[in-house]
């Protein structure tokens, strides 16, 4: 069922307004990726009475802050304006849903734009190294890749395709998310628009199940090597999130961090080093990532090899347990310093069906996670490796035999 929420901020001149469906990337059809992205660009170039100008002119005219994407899961409507500009743009908000035009010019000029951006990570090796572990992890199908889409398959993406995906926009299951002052008049009238919402429910696509560990290797025009090991884990609901999260923190998070003083203070091995685990309602992928020397690069397999074992092996420190839970309660402290960012995160909360009050009850529960039930977690969800490695073709025959003869075998000599 949709909700329309808001968090009251008495006196402010500003509204931060999120809309979210649950129609990110991970519904683009077969052949048809960067559908969902393409139709996100195409919702800001014109809706209801308004052609693509008459609609800029109307945002821009206001000075309001209006961008529409396309994640993994979700796509969100993101609008910040003065709150006396409200009554304007927030129904206009609730018609780029209802009356989207996806006019066949403005569909090909939004498709060059993500083609461009295509192009220009095509030059990036850290992304390049991201999409080779995506599609270790996830393969062709839904999470297998960038909500951007892949360059070959927009080309299959027109206005005819926008518009029948454009009728699952109005749904039952949005979110609206506002915080400021509104007027009670103003919320009432969107909250009568909003409850006729009833689009049909959406067809998920099943997520392939998941692959045994796999090496991943792209030679790349570049003296460095970008190393990521990935792992498939769970969606944000779950009850082995929060342990998860703890980790990721704890190895990735901040100077201090495990990876961090090990690979790059102690080692010397990495330019850049951390860690990443994204919300998602499913399968989310927990990411280490590293860039070095490619001369160094079977050094950095060893280092990143000895670090996956030692959290399946033996149970963190206390103290360093305590200093991720420290990390994480400042973490979400930050989260939710704007009326934005506290916009952000109910809506995304919503989205995936949790409580409002979800993480709060998160922070509560970090005092009864022990070192022993971390360890646990690292045990169930970090098993299968998936190593992706971007870097010269000569430093890549040696990731191979380093791979075949240290990760398949056993540890590294030493370890």
Same mark, same amino acid.
């Given at each position: ?87 304007t743009l927030l129904p206009l908000l609730l018609q780029m849903l ?102 049909? $429910?959406? +067809? #998920?696509?099943?997520? %392939?199940?998941?692959? /045994?560990?796999?090496? =991943?290797?792209? &030679?790349?025009?570049? @003296? ?90 033996? $149970?963190? +420190? #206390?103290?360093?347990? %305590?200093?991720?839970? /420290?990390?994480?309660? =400042?973490?979400? &402290?930050?989260?939710? @310093? ?78």
């Amino acid at each position: 069922m949709n909700q329309l929420v808001c968090l009251a901020q008495p006196g402010a001149a500003i509204l931060a307004a999120r809309l979210v469906v649950p129609l990110g990337s991970h519904l683009d059809p077969p052949r048809r990726a960067g559908q969902q992205q393409l139709l996100a660009g195409v919702l800001t170039r014109g809706c209801g009475d308004l052609d693509a100008e008459a609609f800029a002119d109307v945002v821009e005219g206001l000075g309001a802050n209006l961008r529409c994407e396309a994640g993994d899961d979700l796509l969100v409507v993101a609008l910040k304006c003065a709150l006396a500009d409200a009554n304007t743009l927030l129904p206009l908000l609730l018609q780029m849903l209802e009356q989207p035009h996806c006019a066949a010019p403005q569909v090909e000029l939004e498709r060059d734009l993500n083609l461009q951006a295509l192009q220009r990570l095509q030059e990036d090796p850290f992304h390049l190294c991201h999409e080779q572990l995506r599609h270790q992890l996830f393969g062709s199908g839904p999470y297998g890749h960038d909500p951007l889409g892949l360059a070959p398959q927009l080309a299959n993406i027109g206005p005819k395709q926008l518009q029948q995906a454009a009728l699952q926009l109005p749904q039952a299951r949005a979110q609206l998310v506002l915080a400021g002052d509104p007027e009670a008049s103003l919320l009432e009238r969107c909250q009568e628009r909003f409850s006729q919402w009833s689009a049909g $429910p959406v +067809a #998920e696509q099943s997520v %392939a199940p998941s692959p /045994a560990g796999s090496l =991943g290797l792209l &030679a790349c025009d570049t @003296e460095q090597a970008v190393l990521m090991l990935g792992f498939r884990t769970v969606g944000l609901a779950h009850g082995d999130a929060l342990p998860l999260r703890l980790l990721q923190v704890h190895l990735g998070v901040g100077m201090s961090s495990r990876l961090f003083q090990v690979l790059r203070e102690e080692l010397g091995l990495a330019y850049d080093v951390g860690t990443d685990l994204p919300a998602r309602r499913r399968d989310s992928p927990f990411v280490w990532h590293l860039s070095t020397s490619a001369e160094r690069l079977p050094e950095a397999m060893d280092a990143l090899y000895g670090e996956w074992q030692a959290l399946r092996q033996a $149970p963190l +420190a #206390e103290a360093a347990l %305590a200093l991720a839970k /420290a990390k994480l309660r =400042g973490q979400e &402290a930050l989260g939710r @310093e704007t009326g934005s960012q506290r916009a952000d995160r109910l809506a995304l909360l919503l989205s995936h069906g949790l409580p409002a009050d979800h993480n709060e009850r998160a922070l509560e529960r970090l005092g009864s996670i022990g070192p022993g039930q971390v360890q646990a977690v690292a045990q169930r969800w970090l098993l299968e490796p998936s190593l992706s490695v971007c870097g010269p073709a000569e430093a890549l025959v040696q990731a191979q035999r380093h791979w075949d003869q240290c990760w398949l075998q056993g540890p590294p000599p030493g370890q």
